[in-house]
């Protein structure tokens, strides 16, 4: 199993700037990807950005150039800089773990960023 602590959501306004932390433990596989989803209300759940082990990225089309995923490996942790926040980012924010050795995917309990003057 492995639990992820997430921190960094809260309130700010367009045009501003969160990040996001997200931090694993437990069985740690070294083949994994880690990265962030979000949920909007009504919508479903999508990929904002993740990023493997051997530092390969992707990311939303809606937030290249705005958004900076990086992780600190020794830390397990991963990141999610967000500047030019726009009132459509708004949403939970999920972090997701994925294993794939075994091919398991772990979640956080999500974390609210709302962007609203």
């Known amino acids: 199993q492995v639990q992820l602590v997430e921190s960094g959501g809260g309130l700010v306004q367009p045009g501003g700037s969160l990040r996001l932390s997200c931090e694993a433990s437990g069985s740690i596989s070294r083949l994994n990807t880690m990265g962030w989803h979000r949920q909007a209300p009504g919508k479903q759940r999508e990929l904002v950005a993740i990023m493997t082990n051997d530092g390969t990225t992707n990311y939303a089309t809606s937030v290249k150039g705005r958004f900076t995923i990086s992780r600190e490996y020794a830390k397990n942790t991963v990141y999610l800089q967000m500047n030019s926040l726009k009132p459509e980012d708004t949403a939970v924010y999920y972090c997701?773990?994925?294993?794939?050795?075994?091919?398991?995917?772990?979640w956080g309990q999500g974390t609210q960023v709302t962007v609203s003057s």
């Open positions: 997701r773990f994925r294993d794939n050795i075994y091919y398991r995917d772990f």
